[in-house]
């Protein structure tokens, strides 16, 4: 399916990870794992970044994510959590640019 600007729509993947505060969580992108098949080094190689956003509630995403490769970081195509907080509730989107 076409997007907006040519762009293509890759769907949406609803996963809710449960996790306890305080332990360590690992999100995927689910533009490269399942029924998509989109690769990360093919994705890099071509020279698109991957970008990161989260929105509390049912609203547009905001800016994106700033990661402080502590706490929360970016790695290939997953961000990290170490540890989850309370504040980490939400929803992430991730997009190749």
Request: a negative charge; one cysteine or more.
């Given at each position: ?7 293509t ?11 306890l505060?305080?332990?360590?969580v690992?999100?995927k ?7 998509i098949r ?17 929105s509390?509630?049912?609203g547009?995403?905001?800016e994106p994510?700033?990661?402080?490769g502590t706490r ?7 961000i990290w959590?170490?540890?989850?907080e309370?504040?980490?509730v939400?929803y ?6």
């Amino acid at each position: 399916m076409q997007g907006v600007e040519g762009c293509t729509d890759w769907s949406v993947d609803y996963l809710k990870y449960k996790v306890l505060l305080g332990e360590p969580v690992r999100i995927k992108c689910a533009l490269f794992y399942g029924y998509i098949r989109a690769n990360y080094t093919h994705a890099q190689s071509a020279g698109l970044s991957l970008m990161w956003y989260k929105s509390a509630g049912h609203g547009d995403f905001e800016e994106p994510i700033s990661f402080d490769g502590t706490r929360m970081s970016k790695e290939e195509d997953a961000i990290w959590f170490r540890p989850a907080e309370l504040g980490d509730v939400g929803y992430y989107s991730c997009v190749l640019r």
